[in-house]
């Protein structure tokens, strides 16, 4: 079966070369030139995974998102743009994004980058998984972090890094292969996304002392789960 691609992008000499480049490969391409249009498309097409324009007529990137993530939480989402400022790339991961690709990018670097988070998707539990951390029940497939009543949402790039801390808890997770887990590359970019996300697990995790998050320096972090 053809792997489907929403794709939002309001240049049309860069959508048209993206679109035929995507369908020279094989993907079936649902182009959307203007950000109105975009959730409506999604809810129609249903596609396995989606490519975003962040500055589009209409409606922007991370609204798009949003509106996506709201009916379907796992399916994958990569931001193409030419805003390369932290916080826009913080921004994006926030509102749902797995993977941010800057402006002027290569076909190649797109079409490793769409597989990459297929196959990531494809190897996440079901819905009905979690596990067990401390006072916390994680819900993989569901990107839900419970302790209690309650229950708090996590975007899919928190829920892979757990998902790998969680898997090598009580011992070391080296830094580079949780790089290359999540985020596909080691980059140093990436590495400064894995200390805000690392940041962002221990907040979410406080409220119980036998859970930690341990730096070990140089290599990578210990994930203590008593």
């Known amino acids: 079966m053809k792997t489907s691609i929403l794709y939002v992008e309001d240049e049309p ?9 995507l369908e020279s490969r094989d993907f079936i391409v649902h182009m959307v030139t203007d950000g109105k249009d975009a959730v409506e498309t ?5 596609p396995n995974i989606c490519v975003l324009d962040v500055m589009l007529p209409s409606r922007d990137g991370y609204s798009i998102a949003e509106g996506i993530r709201a009916l ?15 916080e826009d790339v913080i ?24 597989n990459n988070l297929l196959r990531l998707s494809r190897s996440q539990p079901t819905s009905g998984t979690f596990v067990k951390l401390g006072a916390y029940e994680f819900h ?9 009543d309650k229950v708090r949402k996590l975007s899919h790039r ?3 890094l757990l998902t790998v801390l969680a898997e090598n808890k009580n011992v ?9 887990r999540v985020w596909g590359d080691d980059s140093f970019f990436n590495s400064r996304n894995l200390d805000v996300y690392i940041t962002k697990l221990r907040d979410y995790l406080r409220e119980d002392t036998s859970v930690e998050i341990l730096t070990i320096k140089g290599v990578g972090y210990r994930f203590v789960v008593g």
Do not use: H, W
């Open 13 to 21: 000499f860069l959508g048209r070369i993206v679109r035929e480049s």
């Open 42 to 46: 999604f809810q129609k097409t249903n």
């Open 72 to 86: 379907n939480p796992n399916v994958p989402i990569i931001f193409v743009t030419a805003k390369t400022q932290t």
């Open 91 to 114: 921004r994006g991961f926030e509102t749902g994004g797995n993977d941010y690709l800057r402006k002027p990018f290569s076909m190649e670097e797109l079409i490793v980058r769409v």
């Open 140 to 148: 993989q497939g569901r990107y839900e972090l419970k302790r209690g």
């Open 158 to 160: 928190e829920a892979m």
């Open 172 to 180: 070391i997770a080296q830094r580079k292969d949780i790089l290359l």
